[in-house]
């Protein structure tokens, strides 16, 4: 059965949300966006793409910091937006993208608060993937060939980063399972066995055409 469904995710650090999404788009034979969000993102909007980097998904409160980037934006056109900080710019921007990218049929995406921009496509499914910590921190410092104490202050500090973006940009919260559809601990059943679950589920939504404000 072809995959008809948008599918978010988010993700805590170390829970292999990017592995976990890219096989899901593989197994349903369509595309995956991570990083290629921010690039989308820069190329329709004419900001430099450095900017999403540095942005990406960590909040910037700070107005002089804004203020001195915003002379690399290359003029976002719109004249609505002159007057706006670079970050709410570069959100703005993301923002958009993803609706457009959604537009153009089935998908994967990951981060990037997609799951709030999509929130009223009926065709939109939000999963969160979370781990266990020792998990988390075995995947980490196995990746960078870090110590573990390493790896547990870059899970700490990544998703502290990740979640303050997610609460600062949208009306929920990061992590909490009513912000989602379905939340999934990838430590009991592994990347391959949550990305068959996961698959399972979009199926089965589908199948039942169960409308999105039933199925939260």
């Known amino acids: 059965m072809a995959c008809k469904s948008i599918i ?3 993700r805590q650090y170390g829970s292999g949300g990017r592995e976990i999404g890219q096989k899901l788009a593989e197994a349903f034979g369509i595309k995956c966006y991570d990083n290629e969000l921010l690039d989308r ?3 329709e909007s004419g900001i430099c793409q450095e900017l999403f980097e540095n942005h990406d998904e960590k909040p910037t409160n700070s107005f002089l910091y804004s203020l ?3 002379t690399y934006s290359m003029g976002y056109a719109s004249s609505a937006l002159s007057g706006m900080p670079i970050n ?3 959100f703005l921007a993301q923002f958009n993208a993803i609706k457009d990218i959604a537009k153009e049929g089935p998908c994967v995406m990951v981060g990037r608060c997609a799951d709030y921009a999509l929130e009223a496509f009926p065709n939109h499914i939000s999963v969160f993937i979370y781990g266990d910590l020792d998990t988390r921190i075995h995947r980490i410092a196995k990746r960078h060939e870090w110590s573990a104490s390493k790896a547990r202050d870059a899970i700490t500090k990544t998703d502290k980063q990740r979640a303050s973006y997610y609460n600062y940009y949208t009306s929920k919260k990061w992590g909490d399972i009513s912000s989602y559809d379905l939340c999934v601990n990838s430590s009991v059943l592994g990347i ?6 996961i698959k399972k589920f979009v199926e089965e939504k589908e199948e039942r055409k169960i409308p999105r404000h039933l199925s939260e």
Do not use: F, Q, R
């Open 8 to 10: 978010t995710i988010g």
């Open 88 to 90: 709410h710019k570069v």
């Open 41 to 43: 993102a820069a190329k």
């Open 68 to 70: 001195v980037m915003d």
């Open 192 to 197: 391959d066995g949550t990305v068959d679950l």
